[in-house]
């Protein structure tokens, strides 16, 4: 059974940090895809980074130089590092993954069968 918890979320002002953690159980961070998405009221869920089982990463323009996905595989947990926080990051974010080592052609939630809880992040200006 695949599990993925969310956690690290909250409130902080624009230019601040947060980081998130995903704890996983039932699917190896280091050996499959991994991405987070979110998704702000009334949008749909967007992917913001997706990371396989080499490394290789892919980050949506909007966060592109400002975030930074990890992960311990000796915890098995996912981590966002967010930067340069701006109010249009205010969402809610999530974990996800899917049970394939590459990423190839995952940009879409619905390419994901994994899903955390989320966590909200609120940006104010």
């Known amino acids: 059974q695949v599990q993925l918890v969310e956690s690290g979320g909250g409130s902080v002002q624009a230019g601040g940090s947060l980081r998130l953690s995903c704890a996983a159980s039932?699917?190896?961070?280091?050996?499959?895809?991994m991405a987070w998405f979110r998704q702000a009221p009334g949008d749909e869920r967007e992917g913001v980074v997706t990371?396989?089982?080499?490394?290789?990463?892919t980050y949506a323009d909007p966060v592109k130089g400002r975030f930074a996905v990890s992960r311990d595989t000796a915890k098995n947990t996912l981590y966002l590092q967010m930067d340069s926080l701006k109010p249009e990051d205010t969402a809610v974010y999530y974990c996800?993954?899917?049970?394939?080592?590459?990423?190839?052609?995952?940009?879409?939630?619905?390419?994901?069968?994994?899903w955390g809880q989320g966590t909200q992040v609120a940006v104010s200006s």
């Open positions: 039932g699917i190896q961070v280091r050996w499959n895809c």
């Open positions: 990371i396989d089982y080499q490394g290789r990463t």
């Open positions: 996800a993954g899917r049970l394939t080592v590459n990423c190839l052609g995952s940009g879409r939630a619905a390419d994901f069968g994994y």
